[in-house]
């Protein structure tokens, strides 16, 4: 995708709590370059596309031939934000960057516990962080140069993260222009 599109796509993910969203609405904001943030859970229920719903987890199960046949089109031109918890369904052409989120789990549990998820909930999440399960996620389902892990528990985290992903994205610019010109 890199080859043919003038922005790059870029995954967020991490464990929920972590702060994607937070992370790609000011990621948006401060762009120089359009940004689109497409919160992938948000989509799933939006536009139903899930098998059925999980009262004990309380969490959708997912169809994710619906979710790929609904993001394709969004993610051709490039310049998308995919903010999801889960990462590795995303065809690797697809995506120029993943940047996966990581929070202490201590200050993981806060967040979820005020977001009044069952203690089941927190509990699997909480376990999930600290395994690390998204970001070997990552590791196995992307080329290494194209994840990085970047802590988020403090606005100045937050800062410092937006700045690097859009310092990261005006190198990719620079990079494929170069490309373009070479051709
Ligand atoms: N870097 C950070 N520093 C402090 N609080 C944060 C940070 N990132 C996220 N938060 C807070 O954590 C909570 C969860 O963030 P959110 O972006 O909704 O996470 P996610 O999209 O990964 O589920 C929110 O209340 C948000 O304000």
């Known amino acids: 995708m890199s080859n043919s599109h003038k922005l790059p796509n870029i995954v967020i993910t991490g464990t929920p709590g972590t702060g994607k969203s937070t992370t790609a609405e000011l990621l948006v904001t401060q762009s120089p370059v359009p940004l689109k943030h497409i919160n ?9 596309l899930y098998e059925n ?6 969490s959708y199960i997912v169809d994710d031939d619906k979710v ?7 993610v051709a031109d490039g310049g998308v934000i995919l903010d999801w918890h889960t990462c590795d369904i995303f065809p ?6 993943v940047v996966v989120l990581r929070c202490d789990h201590t200050q993981l549990w806060n967040r979820l516990e005020a977001r ?13 962080e600290i395994m690390q399960t998204v970001l070997e996620e990552a590791r196995e ?7 990085v892990e970047l802590q988020s528990e403090s ?13 990261w994205i005006e190198a990719w610019q620079k990079n494929n222009a ?6």
């Open 141 to 147: 389902s992307y080329p290494p140069e194209a994840v």
């Open 40 to 48: 992938v859970g948000e989509l799933v229920k939006e536009r139903r």
């Open 178 to 183: 170069t490309e373009d010109s070479a051709q």
């Open 53 to 58: 719903y999980d009262d004990e987890w309380q």
């Open 116 to 128: 009044n998820y069952s203690l089941k909930k927190i509990q699997e999440n909480n376990e999930s």
């Open 92 to 97: 690797e052409r697809w995506v120029d960057l």
């Open 155 to 167: 606005t100045d985290d937050l800062e410092s993260n937006v700045n690097r992903i859009i310092a």
């Open 68 to 74: 790929l046949d609904e993001l394709e089109p969004m």
